[in-house]
C-alpha cells in the first residue's frame, strides 16, 4: 500500500534530482534505473488501474509502459519531467490493449466494483472518515460511468495533480483548451453523482 | 445553472479558479463575482468537495516482489499460455501412445484386465473431480449474478 505523498513526483526532490536520475539511468547506472522504476511504477499503475478498472491489465500495461520507458530513454530530453512522458506512454498502451480487444474508448467503461475495490480505506475510522470513503467510493463510481476522456482529464488533474501543462502534453491537446474540457468533465461527473445520489433515495 | 449571474466570463473559469490556474486579471474577475454570487459560490464548493474526495483517495498498489512474478509483457503472457496448452496436449498423447503400446504388448487377458482396471479407475477419478469443478464454477457464476 502506498498513500499519496510516495505517489507525487516531487521535481525539487528530496533525494536525487530527477534530471541527474535520468541521466545515470542513461548511462547505464542498474541503481538509477531501479530508483526511477520505483518511484514512477506506482503513479503508473494506478494510473492504469484508473483507466482499466482492473489489476492484472493494470499491471500487464504498467510493464509494458514501464519496459517502453526504459527503452526510449535515450530519445528523451532530461530537461522535461518524467511523469508526464510516462503517462504518455501509459495512455498509450490502455489505448492498445482497448484496441487489441476491438472496444473503441467510448465503450471501455472499467468496472466500477472492480475499481472501487482497489480502494484503500483509512485505517482508523471514526464516523467522519466513513462518510468521508463513502463519498470517495461514489467519485469513483461516477468516475468509471464517464467517457474515458473525460475520465482521463479529471484523473490527471484531481488525483495525479499534473499542471495544465502536463495534462496538455499527455493528452496531446493545446493548453487553451485543457480549462474547458477539466470543467466539461467536471460537470459530468457531478451530474453523473446527482443521478447516484437519487437513486440511492 | 448560473445562467442570469451576471457573470462576464466563462463557466470554466470556475475550475481555472479551483485549480490556481487563471492568471491574476482573470482570478481577480473571479473572485470578485463569487463574493456576489451565490450561486457560483454553491457550484465551486460542490466542484471542490468533488475534488477533494478524488485528492484524497488512495489505491492499493502491488507489493515489489508481485512485479518480479507478473509476465514481462504481453507478448510473454501469450507465450506462457501457449505454452500451458501445448505441454498439457503432449502430456495427453504420451499417456494415450504409451496406454496403447502397453494395450499391444500385453500378453494374456488378466494383463489387459489389470490395465482395463487401472485406466477406469483413474478416468472415474478425473471424472468426478471436474464434475465438482464444473459444479463449483457454476455456483460462482450464480453468485455474481445475484450480487
Ligand atoms: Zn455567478
Known sequence: MVGRQPLMASPDGTGESESALVDQARAGHTGARETLAQRYRPPAYVLALQMLGNRDDAMDVTQDAMLRFFTTLNSFDSERRVQPWLFTIVRNQVRDLWRRRRRRPGDSAPDADSLTSQLVSPAASPEADLRRQQLREEVWRALATLSSEQREIIVLRDFHDLSYNDIAQVLGIPIGTVMSRLHGARRQLRARLEEGGRHHA | ?147
Not at chain 2, 451576471?6 to 490556474?21: H, I, M, N, V
Not at chain 2, 484524497?56 to 507478473?70: G, K, L, V
Open chain 2, 1 to 147: 445553472m448560473p445562467d442570469a449571474c451576471g457573470r462576464t466570463f466563462d463557466e470554466a473559469f470556475l475550475s481555472g479558479y479551483l485549480d490556481q490556474a487563471l492568471v491574476q486579471g482573470d482570478e481577480q474577475r473571479v473572485r470578485v463575482h463569487l463574493e456576489d454570487c451565490v450561486s457560483c459560490r454553491a457550484l465551486l464548493e460542490e466542484l471542490a468537495s468533488v475534488r477533494d474526495a478524488t485528492m484524497s483517495s488512495t489505491f492499493d498498489i502491488p507489493r515489489n516482489d508481485e512485479w518480479s512474478e507478473a509476465p514481462r509483457s504481453g507478448a510473454s503472457r501469450l507465450l506462457r499460455g501457449l505454452g500451458w496448452r501445448l505441454m498439457t496436449a503432449w502430456i495427453v498423447v504420451m499417456i494415450g501412445f504409451g496406454l496403447w503400446e502397453t494395450w499391444q504388448d500385453a500378453d494374456n487377458l488378466f494383463e489387459r484386465l489389470l490395465l482395463v482396471g487401472g485406466v477406469s479407475g483413474v478416468s472415474l477419478l478425473l471424472i468426478s473431480v471436474f464434475l465438482d469443478r464444473r459444479q463449483a464454477m457454476k455456483t460462482d457464476r450464480y453468485g455474481e449474478v445475484r450480487k
